[in-house]
């Protein structure tokens, strides 16, 4: 594994059901040697079996939580996250919630991280927790604006096999 690896912090990011998760324990098999950080809003929402819609005083709940904990991680590096600051952020952004600009400052203070973008390109899975079908083209698109070039791998397969065959030089 080159050095710089080593020194990453990799976040899985993209829309609701676009394999952030699938891709996110497939990888917990193939890499021992890193640490990895599950989707903090979801663990929160299950843990409390919150399920949509939700209102904009639970949203701020979520959203301080997640804050607090994704500012307050010590984590191992090399580390792989399943999700991060971003997606809650562009989650705000798109409902107008009051706590988007505290998300976009939190973000921005993590400019050095790398990501791996999950397109929309796999059939959308209904579950308790997912909010809107619709609004996937508009998230990755999202994704896409905010993030430099420079800072992400854009996945283009529509499997989990090829999905790790894309990013599996950056970690073997």
Not at 26 to 33: G, I, N, R, T, V
Not at 34 to 50: A, T
Not at 80 to 97: F, G, R, V, Y
Not at 120 to 126: G, L, M, R
């Amino acid at each position: 594994m080159d050095s710089h690896i080593k020194e990453q912090i990799w976040i899985i990011a993209g829309a609701e059901s676009s394999g952030k998760t699938t891709l996110f324990n497939q990888l917990k098999w193939y890499l021992p040697h890193c640490s990895f950080i599950p989707e903090l809003d979801r663990k929160w929402l299950e843990d409390r079996h919150y399920t949509p819609p939700f209102s904009e005083a639970l949203l701020s709940q979520l959203f301080e939580y997640c804050l607090h904990e994704y500012q307050s991680l010590k984590v191992l590096l090399p580390c792989i996250m399943d999700t991060d600051i971003l997606n809650l952020m562009i989650w705000a952004e798109h409902l107008q919630h009051p706590m988007h600009n505290a998300l976009q400052r939190a973000f921005e203070q993590h400019k050095n991280r790398k990501y791996i973008l999950c397109p929309p390109n796999i059939p959308f899975e209904p579950d308790p927790l997912r909010t809107n079908e619709s609004t996937r083209s508009w998230v990755w698109k999202r994704h896409l604006e905010i993030l430099p070039a420079d800072q992400c791998l854009i996945l283009k397969s529509d499997s989990p096999e090829g999905r790790w065959e894309e990013i599996n030089h950056l970690f073997i």
